[in-house]
Structure formats: structure tokens, C-alpha cells
């Protein structure tokens, strides 16, 4: 008998990469969508893998609809996947992002319980919860969280419970925090993303300006690819437990504009460059670096793309859309 597991955020970034992953691995692969006129399969399109899902209707924000789902497929695994996932957003909808991102955890988590006890879960846990928290420059497991957008309150409350309902209910739930990972199928609305994007539109002169915020933010930047490895490994343990993935190195939003106009061959990247106040946040979590040694003992797990390697990746990839090179 086949495997099978849920993805919830099948059409996201991630969604894609997993379920190519877990198809690889011989798993039957639901994945759950929302209700559409027109859904959007491009990121599995991408990845060659669009016919080997099946699709089932569903949303977040509906507990009914997860019951349902839940309740027919008891599939052996689950990973939650889906959110408003977009931290520059989650001010303006901070009650749709904790609709979706905190309570849509909780229904997931109770529809789990009631039908599908034996199910393991995953919870995209994510390193905005750590906001200002360090530990010596570092984030890890024993970091303490200090939020700093709706969007990492809502998955900090995610997080606890699904850290509650294992040690209440005995049950299969295992955090992933992951830190900031990219893809050629990275959403435009997310600053790596934004920035090959605009670097490709340039060099096709499309246009001769890209807009940002704030250029100082550092963050840890790795390849999605290799992270939906260690998603899976999670859900694979003798044990449930909550992981750090990450690479362990930071760069700036300024570091990845150098390398990627340098990647596309275009010199002097301060020429193409505006500043622009409305992509700066509220509250800015200055500076994330993982410290990922426990996957690596624990799981195995570690990233194999390097940040030069995942900007090379990213603008070659948005380059061809443009048909330039
Ligand atoms: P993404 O590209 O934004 O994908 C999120 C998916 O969630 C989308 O496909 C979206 O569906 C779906 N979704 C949104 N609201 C929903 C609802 N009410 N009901 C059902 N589905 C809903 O995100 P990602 O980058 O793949 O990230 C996957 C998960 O990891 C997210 O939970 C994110 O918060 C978390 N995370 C991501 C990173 C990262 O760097 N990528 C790091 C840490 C944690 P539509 O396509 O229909 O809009
Ligand atoms: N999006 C965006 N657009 N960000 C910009 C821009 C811009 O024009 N200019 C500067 N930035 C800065 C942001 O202020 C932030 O400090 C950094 O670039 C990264 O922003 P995003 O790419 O939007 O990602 P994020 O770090 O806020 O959130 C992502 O990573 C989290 C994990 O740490 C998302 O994938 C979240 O869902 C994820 O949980």
C-alpha cells in the first residue's frame, strides 16, 4: 500500500517542491485547494508534476471543509503548508492572516484529533517568530521568540498548539522553523523574488527601476528544494519534536541586489535602484541566521545550495522567462 499525504499550500512555493519530493518517494499525494473560478497550477506546471496530485477542495478558514477532508482521506501524513504567508501584508489583514495562519491550525489540529489520530502533522513554523530573539547573533530551538508582524504572532500561536495538542492528546505534531527559503517559483511579492524578477525585466528593458525598502534587513536565505528534505524527515522521527532549518549564514537585501545585477551582467546596480517607503514594514526584524545543528544531528539534514548558487538559479530562471540571457 502506497503512502499518502495531504499538502495544504499545494499551489504555493513550497507545496510543489514536496509533493514532487514525496512523489518521488512512491506517495499517494493529495493536495488541498481552495475554492476557485480559476485556480492558479503554474508552480506544479514548473515542476512537471501537475497530473500526479489529486486536488481537494478546502479552506483554511472553514473548519467544516477540513473535517470533511480530514475525516475521508486519513492520510498517514499531513503537512500544513498553507498561510497568508506574506509578513508585508499581514498589518493591513492581520485578522484574515490569523484566520488562516492561527485558527485554521486549530481546526486542522481538532479535525486531526477527532478522525485521524494516528495521522502525523507538519506546522510550517516559521523564523519571524523569532523577530528580535537572538541567541548570541543565532536563532535556534531554545531562542526566545519576540515577534514583531501579525503574520508571526499568528504562526506563534500555530506553533504552541501544535506543541499543546502533542503533549495534551499524545499526538504526531511537529514544528518545522524554517528560515527564509527561495526558488525560481518564489512569489514576485517576496523581496528575492522581486529583485531577480526586476533584474531580468531590466536586462530585457522592460523597465530601467526597481523599488525597495529597506536594503539593511539580513536574512538567511536558502534554496526551497532542499528544505522540503528535511520537512519530510520531521514527520519521519520515532518522535515528534520541532526543528531549526536554516543555513547558518546571512546576507542583506543589499548583498543579494549586488549579486543578482552581477549574476545578470549588469554592472553598477546603484544606477537601477530606488528607494521606496512603502515597502518598508512597521516593525522590521532586522537580522535572522539560523543555527540548524540540531536537524543536522537529529535528521541529517542540511542545505546543499549555496546564496551564490541560489541567486545564479533564480536569475537564470527569470532571465529565460524573458527570453533573455
Ligand atoms: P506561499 O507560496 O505563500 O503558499 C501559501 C499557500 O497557502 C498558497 O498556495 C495559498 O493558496 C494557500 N492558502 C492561503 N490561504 C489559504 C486558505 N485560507 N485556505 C487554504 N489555503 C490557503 O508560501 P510558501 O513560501 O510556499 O510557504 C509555505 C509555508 O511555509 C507557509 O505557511 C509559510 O508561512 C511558511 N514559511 C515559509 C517560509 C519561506 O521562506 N518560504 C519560511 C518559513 C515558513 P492560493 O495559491 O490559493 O493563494
Ligand atoms: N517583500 C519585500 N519587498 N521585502 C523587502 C523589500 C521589498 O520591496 N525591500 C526590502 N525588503 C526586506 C523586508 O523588509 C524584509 O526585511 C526582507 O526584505 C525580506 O522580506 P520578504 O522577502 O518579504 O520575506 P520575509 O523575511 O518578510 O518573510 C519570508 O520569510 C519568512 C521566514 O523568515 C516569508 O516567506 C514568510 O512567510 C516566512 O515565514
Known amino acids: 500500500m502506497k503512502k499518502s499525504a495531504l499538502i495544504t499550500g499545494i499551489l504555493g512555493q513550497d ?47 472553514d473548519e467544516s471543509s477540513l473535517y470533511n477532508v480530514i475525516k475521508n482521506l486519513r492520510s498517514e501524513e499531513i503537512y500544513n503548508l498553507a498561510a497568508q504567508s506574506f509578513v508585508g501584508h499581514s ?5 484574515l492572516t490569523t484566520e488562516v495562519n492561527a485558527l485554521g491550525v486549530l ?30 547573533g543565532y536563532q535556534d530551538e531554545g531562542t526566545p521568540f519576540h515577534p514583531r508582524s501579525p503574520y508571526g504572532i499568528s504562526k506563534l500561536y500555530a506553533y504552541w498548539m501544535t506543541v499543546n495538542f ?22 514576485l511579492q517576496f523581496v528575492t523574488r522581486k529583485i531577480t524578477d526586476g533584474v531580468a525585466r531590466i536586462k530585457a528593458g522592460l523597465t530601467k527601476k526597481l523599488a525597495l525598502g529597506n536594503l539593511e534587513a539580513r536574512r538567511d536565505w536558502g534554496f526551497a528544494g532542499d528544505y ?18 536554516g543555513t547558518g549564514e546571512n546576507h542583506s537585501v543589499k548583498e543579494f541586489v549586488e549579486a543578482a545585477f552581477a549574476a545578470a551582467g549588469i554592472a553598477k546596480w546603484q544606477d537601477y535602484i530606488v528607494i521606496d517607503p512603502r515597502f518598508k514594514r512597521p516593525a522590521e526584524v532586522p537580522s535572522l541566521k539560523a543555527n540548524p545543528k540540531k536537524a543536522k544531528d537529529k535528521l541529517g539534514w542540511e542545505p546543499k545550495a549555496s546564496f551564490k548558487e541560489l541567486v545564479k538559479m533564480m536569475i537564470e530562471a527569470d532571465l529565460k522567462r524573458y527570453g533573455v540571457s
Open 228 to 245: 522540503v528534505e528535511g520537512i519530510y524527515l520531521m514527520l519521519q522521527q520515532e518522535k515528534p519534536d520541532d526543528y531549526v532549518l
Open 91 to 95: 498589518w493591513e489583514m492581520a485578522k
Open 166 to 187: 502533542r503533549e495534551s492528546y499524545n499526538l504526531f505534531t511537529s514544528n518545522g522553523i524554517l528560515f527564509n527559503h527561495e526558488s525560481p517559483i518564489r512569489s
Open 107 to 136: 481546526y486542522l489540529l481538532n479535525s486531526i484529533k477527532t478522525f485521524a489520530p494516528t495521522t502525523r502533522f507538519y506546522q510550517a513554523s516559521t523564523s519571524e517568530m523569532f523577530g528580535l530573539g537572538h541567541t548570541n
Open 15 to 61: 507545496g510543489p517542491y514536496l509533493a514532487k519530493f514525496l512523489l518521488e518517494k512512491g506517495y499517494k499525494v493529495y493536495g488541498l485547494v481552495r475554492r476557485y473560478s480559476n485556480p492558479n497550477f503554474d508552480n506544479l506546471d514548473y515542476l512537471g508534476i501537475t497530473g500526479q496530485v489529486e486536488y481537494v477542495e478546502g479552506d483554511l478558514t
